[in-house]
């Protein structure tokens, strides 16, 4: 299986901070990497596909970046909705595997 | 607008068997674009996928599962289903369907509510 490892695992900003979340793959994954947005009690939420295309309807704040084992996901000018955590996922094989999770907390 | 509605009970005893049906609505689960999974998330963990169907039957189960997981597609009611045996308290989580890009391993664009499944005597 591919592991998928996030970090940092938890992170306090402010709003209208930018902050980096990382995701790294035990093996290259080309450009095979999602990120998801999930609030408590609420199912998630696809924000990024294939690293870096943004989901119809979501903010431009959000970019991703990386290929092969390394990528990122940058928030520009933080919301206060985006305070929430966010999950890698890989979508090169089967199974496919999440990241443990980053949680944006409010500073 | 596409939506899943998961439903099933939400208490099973240790050694019995899970049993939740997805229901789709908005949209064809007969696509050829699409692929329909199950996903599972402990509380306060990571999510963990379960397996996947397409809509010709055909099946993708996680390794760790695969032994006690069955999925299975009725396209005449629009609806997938996951059976889980043998469950234990290791099994207790929140679980939600989802519709899948383009592959087994695709993104999960539309998802369910989530149902908790508590597996508990």
């Known amino acids: 299986d591919i592991q998928m490892t996030q970090s940092p695992s938890s992170l306090s900003a402010s709003v209208g901070d930018t902050v980096t979340i990382t995701c790294r793959a035990s093996q290259s994954i080309s450009r095979y990497l999602n990120w998801y947005q999930q609030k408590p009690g609420k199912a998630p939420k696809l924000l990024i596909s294939a690293a870096s295309y943004l989901e119809r309807g979501v903010p431009s704040r959000f970019s991703g970046s990386g290929s092969g084992t390394d990528f990122t996901l940058t928030i520009r000018s933080l919301q206060p909705e985006d305070f929430a955590t966010y999950y890698c996922?890989?979508?090169?094989?089967?199974?496919?595997?999440f990241g443990q999770g980053t949680r944006l907390e409010i500073k | 607008q596409v939506q899943l509605q998961e439903s099933g009970p939400g208490l099973v005893k240790p050694s019995e068997t899970l049993s939740l049906t997805c229901t789709v609505s908005g949209g064809s689960i007969s696509s050829s674009n699409y692929y329909w999974g199950w996903i599972r998330q402990p509380p306060g963990k990571a999510l963990e996928w379960i397996g996947s169907i397409y809509h010709t039957g055909s099946t993708y189960y996680n390794p760790s599962l695969k032994s006690r997981v069955t999925i299975s597609i009725d396209t005449s009611k629009s609806r997938f289903s996951l059976i889980l045996t043998s469950v234990t308290a290791a099994d207790t989580a929140v679980y939600y369907c989802a519709r899948q890009e383009g592959a087994p391993y695709g993104g999960c664009d539309y998802w369910g509510q989530g149902t908790l499944v508590t597996v508990s005597s």
């Open positions: 996922q890989h979508s090169y094989s089967t199974p496919i595997t």
